[in-house]
């Protein structure tokens, strides 16, 4: 029973979690939300909202923020939530922020292949080592297709793709119907298991590999003559 009961809570704190990224993500998206970050104290929760915009979550003297973390206390079950907000210092690597834009300008009415297009060469531009970008949905008719950009190295699954790949999703709601934007992204500077660097011995620490004179003369030694040396 207590086993089950650790189950519910688990999943109960996931839960509570999911509605707060979500609310804050509805309340922060003018300022570029870029991500949610949770750390649980004993003083309390440590919320951390990423934005692009840092100015925009405070509001003036810090009226937004106190409005949030109001809200935070009072309509969701956090334990004493603490609200912080950190700049993100390039938001072209942040998938988060890019989904937004993407998702921004579909619904200004951009082709969906200059969108893709572009926000794939903007995020390359910043240093990414790899990107996926998924448009799903009614983009050119009727009919749900799927339609994917991609450049540079990408990984899809497994524990490589869970550690090196950072994704965000974006909803754009237009004329036709919703489509949903999908940005996957490859840290810059990334190193993959199977890439191996091979450094010198003095690079290592290693001392130079020091030659068996005594071995190499024996060895000269019991060399067969040739036919003039044995003449």
């Not at 890019?98 to 926000?119: I, N, P, Q, V």
């Not at 974006?170 to 890439?195: D, F, Q, S, Y």
């Not at 001392?207 to 003449?231: I, L, M, R």
Request: proline share 4%; charged share 30%; with cysteine.
């Amino acid at each position: 029973m207590a086993k089950q009961n650790t189950i519910r809570k688990t999943i109960h704190r996931n839960v509570e979690r999911q509605l707060v990224k979500e609310y804050l993500l509805r309340e922060t998206e003018r300022a570029g939300y870029g991500g949610l970050k949770f750390n649980r104290t004993p003083e309390g929760t440590e919320v951390t909202i990423q934005a692009e915009m840092v100015g925009r979550v405070y509001g003036r003297r810090g009226k937004t923020i106190r409005e949030l973390n109001d809200r935070l206390r009072n309509d969701f079950d956090l334990f004493q939530p603490q609200l912080q907000v950190e700049e993100i210092e390039e938001p072209r690597l942040n998938p988060q922020v890019m989904a937004s834009r993407l998702a921004s300008s579909l619904e200004r009415g951009w082709f969906f292949r200059r969108a893709g297009h572009g926000t794939v060469q903007n995020i390359m531009d910043a240093g990414a080592r790899g990107c996926l970008v998924i448009l799903s949905g009614k983009i050119s008719g009727a009919r749900h297709r799927v339609q994917k950009f991609q450049k540079g190295h990408i990984k899809y699954c497994g524990q490589v793709a869970l550690d090196v790949m950072d994704s965000g999703f974006a909803t754009a709601v237009k004329k036709l119907g919703t489509v949903g934007c999908t940005v996957r992204i490859m840290r810059p500077g990334t190193r993959l298991p199977h890439e191996i660097i091979i450094r010198e011995r003095a690079e290592a620490g290693l001392p130079p590999v020091v030659e068996d004179v005594a071995w190499n003369t024996e060895e000269q030694g019991n060399a067969p003559k040739s036919a003039g040396e044995e003449e």
